[in-house]
């Protein structure tokens, strides 16, 4: 009797150990498939980040454009305007100016 004690209490100790074993092993590849995947989520927030930058450049090149072409606006809308395009395409003349051409 005394035998079959030790027996059976050899057996739960190494089934207690072989368990402990498989658990903390299960574990450990749990944390290390958990650092590989933040890794890599890590990489892909930095290459967002990277490309909400470049779309904030981009934001901001378009207002400053945006801005020119407003202000354009409001200047082709002036008699000044008009007065410099007339010259240079049409060749507008006041009847008291005088020109001066090469030869």
């Not at 290390?32 to 779309?55: C, M, N, P, T």
């Not at 450049?57 to 007065?83: S, W």
Request: no cysteine; proline share 0%; glycine share 4%.
């Amino acid at each position: 009797m005394a035998r079959t004690r030790r027996r059976v209490a050899y057996r739960k100790r190494y089934q207690n150990k072989l368990s402990m074993f498989l658990v903390t092993f299960v574990v450990m590849l749990m944390v290390v498939v958990v650092a590989i995947r933040s890794a890599g989520i890590r990489q892909k927030i930095e290459v967002k980040e990277a490309y909400a930058k470049q779309l904030d450049q981009q934001i901001e090149k378009e207002q400053k454009r945006t801005e020119e072409i407003e202000e354009f606006g409001k200047k082709v809308h002036t008699k000044g305007y008009y007065e410099e395009v007339a010259r240079e395409k049409m060749g507008l003349v006041y009847e008291d100016e005088i020109l001066f051409k090469e030869e």
